[in-house]
C-alpha cells in the first residue's frame, strides 16, 4: 500500500483499528433534513469526538472551519433527489478526486446500489472512481445503499454487496448492520463501517446496535441521525465513542449518556 494511502487510512482509523465517522452527507438528495438545517451549528460541537466526518464539498466548504483538524471523508457521488424515489439509485460521479485532493479529504464516499435497476451504473462508477483515485493515494469508501427495498437487510444480500465493493477496489465499505452479521464481515476483505440509518426508537438501541456490529466483526460506525437527531447529540456521540474505543458495554454507555446530560457543557 502506498504510503499516502495508507497514512489517509491511518487517520480515518485510529490505533485501535477502529473508526467513529459522522454521517452529515444527507442533504446531498434529501435537502434541509431535520436538525441538519444549519449544517454549521448541527457539525461543530460533534467534531471534537468525532474521528473523521463524512459529507459532501459545498458543507465542507461553508460549514466547516479549515482549521479544524478532522478527516474527512468526501461524498462525490448524486445525482437524484427524494422527489424521484423510483430512480434514487440513479446515481454518477459528482466530484472529481482532484478536487477531494484540493480539500485535503481522507477518502472519498460513493453508493453502490446492488440488485437495483442501476447496479450495473453504480457499480461501473465504483470501479471508475478506485482507477481515478489510486494515482492520488486516496481510499474510496463504498456505501453499500438499500433505500426503500429494507427486505434486502439480511446476511446474504450484504455479504454479496460488501465483497463485491471490496472486489471492485474499494479500501472499506460502508453497511448496515443484520442478523448473522459475521457471515458479512467474515467474507469481506477490507473493513465494514456501520450505518446507523433512520432514527433508532430508543438510545439502547443504537447503543446494543454498535456493540453487536463490533463484536460481529465491524470496525466502527459511520452515523449521523442517530446523533445529530437525538436530543443531547454530544453525550450521544461521546457514548457511541465509548463503545468503539473504550470497550464500553451497551449498559455501561446508556450510564455514560445519563452522566454526561447532567453535566454542563464545557467547551473544547
Not at 71 to 93: A, F, H, M, W
Amino acid at each position: 500500500m502506498d504510503w499516502g494511502l495508507h497514512n489517509r487510512l491511518a487517520r480515518i482509523f485510529q490505533r485501535d483499528h477502529r473508526t467513529v465517522m459522522l454521517a452529515v452527507d444527507h442533504g446531498y438528495f434529501m435537502g434541509p433534513t431535520t436538525r441538519l438545517e444549519d449544517p454549521r451549528a448541527t457539525i461543530a460541537p460533534l467534531l471534537p469526538y468525532a474521528d473523521a466526518i463524512m459529507l459532501t464539498r459545498g458543507v465542507l466548504r461553508n460549514c466547516v472551519d479549515p482549521d479544524v483538524p478532522i478527516p474527512v471523508v468526501l461524498r462525490v457521488s448524486g445525482g437524484t433527489t427524494i422527489l424521484r424515489k423510483d430512480e434514487l439509485p440513479n446515481e454518477t460521479i459528482m466530484t472529481t478526486v482532484e478536487d477531494a485532493v484540493r480539500l485535503n479529504a481522507c477518502a472519498v464516499a460513493l453508493s453502490i446500489f446492488v440488485g437495483s435497476d442501476y447496479e450495473h451504473q453504480t457499480l461501473a462508477n465504483l470501479a471508475r472512481l478506485v482507477d481515478m483515485a489510486i494515482p492520488y493515494g486516496m481510499p474510496v469508501l463504498a456505501v453499500t445503499a438499500v433505500g426503500k427495498e429494507l427486505e434486502k437487510r439480511d446476511a446474504r444480500y450484504l455479504a454479496l454487496a460488501c465483497r463485491v465493493a471490496a472486489e471492485f477496489g474499494a479500501h472499506f465499505v460502508k453497511t448496515y448492520f443484520c442478523e448473522n452479521f459475521e457471515r458479512v464481515a467474515g467474507s469481506c476483505p477490507v473493513p465494514l463501517v456501520i450505518a446507523g440509518g433512520p432514527k433508532l426508537d430508543s438510545d439502547m438501541a443504537v447503543f446494543e446496535l454498535v456493540y453487536r456490529a463490533l463484536q460481529e466483526g465491524a470496525a466502527g460506525v459511520d452515523m449521523g441521525r442517530n446523533i445529530w437527531q437525538s436530543d443531547y447529540p454530544v453525550p450521544m456521540i461521546r457514548a457511541i465513542r465509548a463503545i468503539v474505543h473504550e470497550q464500553y458495554t451497551p449498559q455501561q454507555a446508556l450510564e455514560l449518556l445519563r452522566e454526561l446530560r447532567t453535566t454542563p457543557t464545557v467547551q473544547v
